[in-house]
């Protein structure tokens, strides 16, 4: 009974002419399994019953028609990439002109349509998608992309399928039924019949968290089932790295996270191709295909580029306000912006805003200076006398312009603003005027004479110089009290300074009024102390000893008395015994008086012990001297150098008497005074 069916066509085809339905049997050889159990004939009736009961369906299938996909080679890479040199490209050669194309990853970057030589362009990303492709009146076709390099061409050809090709019904089982199977890249239908033109087709069978099966298969008569069975794998840990924290990740379309602080993001992904997108605003948003395998570091690193260019501003004025996109900038000189094109706006009250657009590419660095035209109004203005010197300012204080008598000025930017005008012999005269945008202020002015004042200086010290400024110019300079007749009134600015350091310098600002005789009384006042060097030699004529005494004194003052303490350091030779020395210091107090500015008169009183011992005839002899003085002196000082002479009364006591007498030779008398004479230089420092 077999035999029956071994010359039969394999599969089934309805044809349609004019408006009659054919319907040709062609029957798979899978099926002729069926015709040797009676029960399935009853089935294939059905079945056929069917199809004539219900011709509506007929219609619809015969309707849409499919289309065939084929690729080839081409030579139109230069072509493509001229302007996207990082993308890949399609190009579909088609006889149809209403082709329609969509990615299920968003991943068509451009579609160019050329109608005149028959092809369609397609710019795409360069990772695994599926284009699908429409037209009206056929099937939709789907094609896979695999992997395309940067500037990677593919080429294809899309037509009208030849409804009556030799073709030859082939069925794929694939378990899982949700997997998806590619032959030939196109997207093609499982467990079910297809048609597919005899010779050699590459198939690919995927579907997440499985492994892929791909392989090329041999389709003729004798080959038409083809079974595939998918295996099972594990999830395997994915470390994404950037160099951006922040930047956002998706997988296939799917937000999985963002890059952490440490510059990682943690996936589980089934091993298998995937489209990673690593994006984040002001940089180069990047789109890969990579590849998770079972075994192995699944680590995946990345370097985002900045995507930003450099508007650098100059403007003025600079507190304008200035706007991109309506997005507030003021203040700002260097902005960063992404690639694109902008609407630049500056304005400030006062003046003719700014508007324009310009273009930023990645890196670029665009530099613009712009300066505000304001608004202007005119100043016409006349004032008698006409030899009057006349200032004009804005609100902050800064000299505009300055002239002589008339004038007119055009274009003088609105706001407010001083005038003022000065002449010999005649008061000053300042007032604020306003600039009207497009109106002409008129300044019409007569200066009043002047009314002269008077101003009368004293001093506590006749032996200082004074200084008289105005405006930051000095106008007078004298030594001592001073009066001046006819002075202008007007702000002044005095300076007095004595000749003597000791005296602290005088300074003082003050307002003479027009008419007003004014007085100053100036008193010095001294500094606070002064540090003195001195050296002076004296001679102790009852023992022939001279004493030279080095020392310091500080000195404390006031208007009219010095009281000073300091130490004074002396070494002392014996004359009959040559190179023998004693060396001690003495404490001193001293209190003078000022009684001219250069002369100085003190009193004083010290105390010096002198202690040593000598060998002199193989006897040691023991020593010692104790001196207490007192006395005055008057000296005489020239700006920082002192000279002065003193007398001194000396009380001497305490000698041994064996090395007065066997070594000196000499008689002493005790408790007697004796007298000295010294002169001293010395150096002051006034703080």
């Known amino acids: 009974m077999g035999n029956i069916y071994d010359d039969e066509p394999e599969c089934i085809v309805l044809k349609r002419r004019g408006s009659y339905l054919n319907i040709h049997f062609e029957f798979p050889m899978v099926l002729h399994t069926y015709f040797y159990n009676f029960k399935n004939i009853t089935l294939i009736l059905l079945y056929f019953g069917t199809l004539l009961a219900y011709p509506g369906l007929i219609n619809a299938q015969d309707t849409l028609q499919r289309l065939t996909v084929t690729q080839t080679t081409s030579e139109a890479r230069g072509t493509v990439f001229r302007e ?5 490209g399609v190009i579909i050669e088609s006889p149809l002109t209403n082709l329609r194309f969509s990615s299920n990853l968003d991943g068509i970057v451009e579609e160019r349509h050329q109608p005149d030589q028959g092809r369609y362009v397609l710019i795409i990303e360069p990772f695994t998608q599926i284009i699908a492709i429409d037209a009206p009146g056929f099937m939709q076709e789907r094609l896979r992309i695999g992997s395309p390099a940067p500037r990677d061409v593919r080429h294809y050809i899309v037509e009208p399928e030849e409804r009556f090709s030799d073709l030859i019904s082939v069925i794929f089982n694939v378990e899982p039924d949700d997997a998806t199977l590619f032959v030939d890249g ?3 239908e499982m467990n079910r019949a297809v048609q597919l033109v005899p010779g050699a087709r590459s198939i690919l069978v995927e579907r997440d968290g499985y492994r892929s099966v791909e392989e090329t298969i041999e389709v003729n008569t004798d080959n038409i089932l083809f079974e595939y069975r998918l295996d099972e794998v594990d999830i395997v840990p994915v470390r994404i790295q950037a160099n951006v924290t922040g930047a956002q990740v998706s997988i296939d379309g799917d937000e999985r996270g963002e890059i952490d602080s440490s510059g990682f993001l943690g996936l589980w992904l089934f091993p298998g191709s995937y489209v990673l997108e690593i994006r984040h605003s002001g940089y180069l948003t990047q789109t890969h295909e990579i590849a998770v395998k079972e075994d192995g570091d699944n680590r995946f690193d990345f370097t985002l580029d900045r995507n930003v260019g450099e508007l650098v501003l100059n403007v003025a004025p600079s507190d304008a306000r200035i706007s991109i996109n309506r997005q507030n900038y003021s203040g700002q000189r260097q902005i960063e912006l992404a690639p694109g094109r902008y609407r630049l706006d500056i304005e400030k009250d006062g003046y003719e805003p700014h508007s324009e657009t310009f273009d930023l590419d990645r890196n670029q660095r665009l530099s613009r200076r712009i300066d505000l035209k304001p608004h202007t109004g005119s100043l016409r203005f006349n004032v008698t006398p006409g030899s009057a010197r006349v200032t004009l300012q804005n609100a902050q204080g800064q000299q505009v312009q300055n ?16 005038l003022s ?15 009207v945008k497009d109106t002409e202020k008129l300044v019409e002015i007569s200066l009043n004479e002047m009314k002269y004042g008077s101003l009368k200086i004293t001093a506590n010290v006749s032996i200082a110089d004074g200084i008289l400024y105005r405006n930051g110019t000095a106008i007078k300079i004298w030594t001592g009290r001073r009066l001046f007749n006819r002075m202008e009134p007007g702000n002044y600015k005095l300076t007095f300074e004595a000749d003597n350091p000791i005296y602290k310098k005088y300074e003082t600002n003050f ?7 004014k007085t100053i009384n100036i008193n010095l006042k001294t500094k606070s102390y002064t540090s003195t060097f001195y050296i002076n030699t004296a001679r102790f004529s009852s023992i022939s000893i001279w004493n030279n005494i080095y020392g310091i004194l500080a000195e404390f003052l006031d208007e009219k008395y010095s009281f000073g303490a300091g130490m004074s350091f002396g070494a002392s030779n014996i004359n009959n015994l040559k190179n023998l020395y004693t060396f001690d210091a003495k404490v001193g107090i001293s209190i003078s008086n000022n009684l001219y500015p250069y002369v100085q008169v003190g009193l004083g009183f010290s105390d010096i012990d002198v202690e040593s011992s000598l060998t002199f005839s193989d006897e040691v002899y023991s020593y010692g ?6 006395g005055f002196g008057i000296s005489y000082y020239y700006r ?3 000279i002065g002479v003193g007398y001194n009364n000396y009380y001497v006591d305490d000698f041994d008497l064996d090395m007065i007498r066997e070594v000196l030779k000499y008689e002493p008398s005790f408790g007697s005074f004796q007298f000295s004479i010294g002169i001293g230089l010395g150096y002051k420092s006034y703080y």
């Not at 002239?403 to 001083?418: D, N």
């Not at 005008?421 to 007032?431: I, R, V």
């Open 186 to 188: 196109q997207e093609t």
């Open 403 to 418: 002239w002589q008598g008339i004038q007119h000025i055009r274009s003088l930017p609105v706001g407010s603003y001083r």
């Open 625 to 630: 001297i104790d001196v207490y003085s007192y």
């Open 84 to 88: 996207h040199p990082d993308k890949a």
């Open 511 to 517: 307002r003479l009024l027009a008419g007003e005789n």
């Open 421 to 435: 005008a000065a002449a010999s012999g005649y008061e000053e005269w300042s007032d604020r005027i306003t600039i």
């Open 640 to 642: 920082r150098i002192q």
